[in-house]
T-cell receptor, first 117, second 109 residues
Framework: NAGVMQNPRHLVRRRGQEARLRCSPM?????VYWYRQLPEEGLKFMVY????????ESGMPKERFSAEFPKEGPSILRIQQVVRGDSAAYFC???????????????FGPGTRLTVL | DAKTTQPPSMDCAEGRAANLPCNHS???????VYWYRQIHSQGPQYIIH???NNETNEMASLIITEDRKSSTLILPHATLRDTAVYYC??????????FGKGTLLTVNP
């Protein structure tokens, strides 16, 4: 059973370019979460998605960042016009469908390390 | 979600048990205690979680005090590959996992 997959593992962009980070959840998981880890800091929640729906994007910067989880294919975190401050590790996690209002265990991918030159 | 407090670092000899403490005095009744670890900037790895009873799996044991205000993660026979930052996280209906600074466990040969 493959785990959460993320690609690319390393991404280098120049300032002003676009970055696209992909996340394929574990089989059977329909919930995807994106977290960002700045150098020497802990992971910070960015966005929570279900298929074709953004449930909570309260952790996303208001500009330049967007996320989607289409009916088919991986979840995409898109950063437009990248700046040096976007350099970080971006982790995706997934969890199975849950009921009763109690979140289920999140399983993390290996991350994408974005470097902005 | 409730805040957690962990020591910044701990050392453990290889082959010995590693006991990592966590305080979560403001935990509420429907909140679980989760443990993750992050090995050298890899993705966080789920270890174990529990509500009120002690739990054990192939990786570790989780001991939760009766008042649920603290817990201890036990790695029964630590190896060098267990060197990592260990995060204790309290989570309930809020799916946003809050990662603090965790405990850097160093397993020494």
């Amino acid at each position: 059973n493959a785990g959460v997959m993320q690609n690319p593992r390393h991404l280098v962009r120049r300032r002003g370019q676009e970055a696209r980070l992909r996340c394929s959840p574990m089989k059977g998981h329909s919930h995807v979460y994106w977290y960002r880890q700045l150098p020497e800091e802990g992971l910070k929640f960015m966005v929570y998605l279900q298929k074709e729906n953004i449930i909570d994007e309260s952790g996303m910067p208001k500009e330049r960042f967007s996320a989607e989880f289409p009916k088919e294919g991986p979840s995409i975190l898109r950063i437009q016009q990248v700046v040096r401050g976007d350099s970080a590790a971006y982790f995706c996690a997934s969890s199975p469908p849950y009921e009763g209002g109690i979140t289920d265990t999140q399983y993390f991918g290996p991350g994408t390390r974005l470097t902005v030159l | 979600d409730a805040k957690t407090t962990q020591p910044p670092s701990m050392d453990c000899a290889e082959g010995r048990a590693a006991n990592l403490p966590c305080n979560h005095s403001t935990i509420s009744g429907n909140e679980y205690v989760y443990w993750y670890r992050q090995i050298h900037s890899q993705g966080p790895q789920y270890i174990i979680h529990g509500l009120k009873n002690n739990e054990t799996n192939e990786m570790a044991s989780l001991i939760i005090t009766e008042d649920r205000k603290s817990s201890t993660l036990i790695l029964p026979h630590a190896t060098l590959r267990d060197t990592a930052v260990y995060y204790c996280i309290v989570a309930g209906s809020n799916y946003k996992l809050t990662f603090g600074k965790g405990t850097l466990l160093t397993v020494n040969p």
